[in-house]
């Protein structure tokens, strides 16, 4: 399984970012798709997941109502629509899949597969 991430960049608080996610060599529909962050000295924090077979989501309260996650079945690609972004937003993004498990879908170290991840900087 590959995942490299994409999109990240500087940005004004109140604006918006779209991060991408191009995956391959994974089962479509026995994987769910994450994205996740790491802000300076915090552990790493599950954002949003799609199940990519149900096309289910599930968002942590921070991000709900101001982040999306959708993919594109065509290209193979994972987005993350982020708006209304805050200052305390800025981190290093990072996408990741796993297989079905009992633990929690934003649970981070529960996935297997890691891109190296995308910097998102809101000032």
């Known amino acids: 399984v590959q995942l490299v991430e994409s999109g990240g960049g500087s940005v004004q608080a109140g604006g918006s970012l779209r991060l991408s996610c191009a995956a391959s060599?994974?089962?479509?529909?026995?994987?769910?798709m994450g994205w996740f962050r790491q802000r300076p000295g915090k552990d790493r924090e599950g954002l949003a997941v799609?199940?990519?077979?149900?096309?289910?989501?599930t968002y942590a309260d921070s991000v709900k109502g101001r982040f999306i996650i959708t993919r594109d079945k065509t290209k193979d690609l994972v987005y993350l629509q982020m708006n209304s972004l805050k200052p305390e937003d800025t981190a290093m993004y990072y996408c990741?899949?796993?297989?079905?498990?009992?633990?929690?879908?934003?649970?981070?170290?529960?996935?297997?597969?890691w891109g190296q991840g995308t910097q998102v900087t809101v000032s």
């Open positions: 799609l199940w990519i077979g149900g096309a289910t989501t």
């Open positions: 990741a899949t796993r297989r079905p498990k009992t633990a929690g879908l934003l649970n981070a170290p529960s996935y297997d597969y």
């Open positions: 060599g994974y089962t479509y529909n026995t994987m769910c």
